[in-house]
């Protein structure tokens, strides 16, 4: 009990002795942290007026405020008289790295992998990408995680890792996305007047690319009860990059080409289903007659 009493009162008589040194470093911690956001935001805008794409921007001025806040650290730990200490700190980095980076394996990967995405720039903001099967617009990239917002609204937060390691579909990176389906009709109907009419129809539709990217249409395949013919048009990604616009597109040129076809007469037909039975007829009256007894 003494001992804890005389322990509290020499941190008494120290914080008396030096408030005024304990006073500036706080002082300048506090100044320290604001200037390094400031010099943040600073290198932040003028990346993003120099650099096309923000991603990078953002990921450069968080490492920059990383190290500026980390000098604020080590100096105040200086000013405190834990020299020794620090110089032990930094002795030591190299072994405490290796520890650090063996137990934090997946945060050390997410950070490397951020720096070869913000760098390498294979998405900016607002992108429609795909990865692992997930779909939406980049909103944000970090030293972690890529923020994305899917199609109904939801933030996902992926690991930079995961968007490195597995395929990345990028849907708006060169402006053009194309889209495909088939329509069938009936055999007694004449492909190539219907190749025409869809031809005719599909380049009225607005949000459908034409000159370069002109429609395809063709012969996909002579089914067992229908001529499938595959449509392929292209949209403009830069106009609107969200997929509820591109899906609207997809609709219209579907919706448009199945009602042009049925009022030029063709048929649109259904799968035919056959079905055979190998019950002789008698047996299956019997059958019929002892379930109306049972009944």
């Known amino acids: 009990m003494e001992k804890s ?3 509290y009162n020499d941190i008494i008589q120290y914080f008396k002795a030096n408030y005024i040194n304990l006073a500036f470093i706080l002082v300048f911690v506090v100044f320290g942290f604001i200037i390094a956001n400031f010099l943040q935001r600073k290198i932040k805008l003028r990346l993003v007026n120099k650099s096309p794409n923000h991603i990078t921007a953002n990921f450069t001025s968080q490492i920059v405020g990383f190290i500026l806040k980390s000098i604020v650290v080590f100096t105040m730990l200086y000013l405190l008289g834990l020299s020794s200490f620090t ?3 930094l002795a030591g980095a190299g072994l405490l790295t290796f520890v650090i980076g063996f137990a934090l394996k997946d945060i050390g990967e997410n950070f490397l992998s951020g720096i070869i995405l913000a760098f390498k720039s294979p998405f900016k903001l607002d992108d429609l ?12 990239i970090s030293i972690r995680e890529t923020i994305i917002k899917t199609l109904d609204g939801k933030d996902v937060f992926l690991p930079n890792a995961m968007i490195l390691k597995n395929p990345l579909f990028n849907y708006t990176i060169d402006g053009y996305l194309r889209y495909e389906f088939n329509v069938g009709i009936a055999y007694e109907n004449n492909p ?3 190749i025409k009419i869809i031809n005719e129809t599909i380049q009225n539709i607005e949000g459908v690319l034409k000159d370069d990217k002109e429609p395809a249409i063709t012969i996909d395949e002579l089914s067992t009860n229908a001529i499938n013919i595959n449509v392929k ?12 616009v591109h899906n609207s597109i997809r609709s219209r040129v579907m919706n448009n080409i199945v009602e042009a076809l049925i009022e030029n007469g063709f048929s649109l ?3 035919i289903v056959e079905l055979k039975n190998y019950e002789p007829y008698g047996d299956l009256k019997i059958n019929v007659e002892q379930n109306k007894e049972k009944n």
């Open 5 to 7: 009493i005389q322990y």
């Open 87 to 89: 110089n032990k700190l």
């Open 129 to 140: 990408i795909e990865v692992n099967g997930i779909i939406g617009n980049v909103k944000d």
């Open 192 to 194: 190539t007047k219907a």
């Open 233 to 244: 048009f292209w949209i403009d990604t830069f106009s609107s990059n969200k997929r509820s």
């Open 269 to 271: 037909p259904a799968s």
